[in-house]
């Protein structure tokens, strides 16, 4: 395998960095203080390809490859995980879903506008009563006549506020369905906005639908196909929230580097002491072995193999990664990095979410267990 990036590779990572560095990480900590979602920077961010990552070329998108991708949210952790979750909901859980499952009519009508910046996209699946347990869910969707009336409530929706469009998923007739929603419908109403311990930037909101009726038209795929698309673009997305792990945790070492440089305790940089060296050491240590996780998991997803398992593998070792980093280069920082003026303390607000959303640290080992003992022809239950 080259590890080498090709000539547009580098073309893309160049110009992502570049925003990142100069547009979004200086707004980080304002973002976060703020408690709301940077629309401006996100409109800002249209014309640099992050809306139209996965849109193909033909149709003036970014036409990126997995790896490429990933290269994209990595840059985009390193610099605010808040605005990086935003944008990851949208391509990984919305963009993605729409062009491997949507009809002709159905890209038509809404690639462009969340590939140039008229819609944001969220994904409604979590409900009080079913989060791990997905297959749980209870909002219903009863036919009538030409289309679908959905009834129900979801929870947590990352851009539920913001987005123009929303995929939701609900229990028709045949099983779970998923369904694209436009957030101008009548009886969808926006609720309620969670405070959150980090990634205080991407608002999750409560959504309502009472008698929300949405034409057969929006339906995605099959009905009775809903969970299927929901897993198949959270392996996708799983995969996506270890690369902002990776971001995460580099940034919180480049922090810990810095501040160990300039803070001096018994006369010297604590850079000089073993025990920082040793924490600053292994952070790179997990560092570089997530970045090899992630790249065999795009390659597997590029060349068009099963990487379900290991998209489970990498967001279990990055999500874990991305939080022990953080702790550690925050203790590196001594009480500066208890202190809300340092970077650190944000990373290690924010990291702690990438251990639960998408999938818990628990659901992904479960994952990964079911795929061992299924080759061994024992079927085990969560
Ligand atoms: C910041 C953030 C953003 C989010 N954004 C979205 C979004 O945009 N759209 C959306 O639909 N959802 C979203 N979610 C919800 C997220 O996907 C769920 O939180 C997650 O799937 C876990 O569900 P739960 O929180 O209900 O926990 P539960 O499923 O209730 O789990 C509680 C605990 O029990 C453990 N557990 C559960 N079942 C098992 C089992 N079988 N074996 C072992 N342990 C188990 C879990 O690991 C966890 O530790 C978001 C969550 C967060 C934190």
């Given amino acids: 395998m080259d590890f080498r990036l090709s000539e547009d590779q580098l073309m893309f990572k160049k110009m992502f960095a570049d925003f990142c560095t100069k547009e979004i990480r200086p707004r980080g900590e304002h973002i976060d203080q703020a408690e709301e979602p940077p629309v401006e920077l ?73 590939a140039f910046g008229e819609m944001l996209g969220a994904f409604a699946l979590t409900e009080a009563g079913a989060g791990s347990d997905a297959a749980a869910l209870s909002m219903e969707a009863q036919r009538n006549g030409e289309g679908y009336v959905l009834n129900g409530t979801k929870i947590w929706v990352t851009n539920g506020a913001q987005a123009g469009l ?13 369904f694209l ?86 006369s010297v940089p604590i850079a000089q002491k073993q025990i920082i060296q040793n924490y600053i050491a292994d952070a790179k240590a997990q560092i570089e072995a997530l970045r090899c996780l992630v790249t065999h998991t795009a390659w597997l997803a590029d060349t068009g193999q099963e990487f379900s398992q290991e998209a489970s593998i990498t967001k279990l070792f990055g999500a874990r990664a991305a939080t022990q980093v953080a702790d550690r280069m925050l203790q590196v920082h001594g009480g500066y990095g208890y202190m809300k003026e340092y970077a650190i303390e944000r990373y ?35």
């Avoid at 080992?365 to 061992?372: G, H, M, R, Y």
């Avoid at 299924?374 to 969560?382: F, K, N, T, V, W």
Wanted: glycine share 8%; aromatic share 6%.
């Fill in 348 to 382: 290690y607000r924010d990291c702690r979410a990438l251990e639960i959303a998408e999938g818990t640290n628990q659901i992904q080992q479960f994952l990964i267990a079911k795929d061992i003992y299924q080759a061994e022809g024992l079927d085990i239950r969560p």
């Fill in 166 to 178: 929303i995929l939701v998923f609900a229990r028709a007739p045949e099983g779970i369905t998923a």
């Fill in 181 to 266: 929603v436009e957030a101008e419908t009548p009886g969808l109403t926006v609720g309620y906005r969670e405070k959150t311990l980090g990634l205080r930037g991407a608002a999750c909101n409560t959504l309502y639908f009472e008698q929300v009726a949405v034409p057969v038209g929006n339906r995605l795929g099959e009905e009775g196909q809903g969970l299927k698309i929901a897993l198949q673009a959270l392996d996708l997305s799983r995969l996506g929230m270890a690369a902002l792990a990776l971001g995460a945790a580099e940034r919180s070492l480049e922090e810990a580097v810095k501040f160990s440089m300039e803070h001096i305790q018994f």
């Fill in 42 to 114: 996100l409109q800002k961010a249209v014309d640099q390809g992050f809306w139209a990552a996965l849109v193909p070329e033909e149709l003036e998108g970014c036409g990126l490859d997995t790896y490429t991708y990933m290269l994209m949210l990595e840059e985009l952790g390193r610099a605010d995980l808040s605005t990086a979750l935003i944008l990851s909901v949208h391509n990984s859980l919305v963009v993605k879903p729409l062009l491997e499952h949507g009809t002709e009519e159905q890209r038509e009508k809404y690639l462009e506008a969340l």
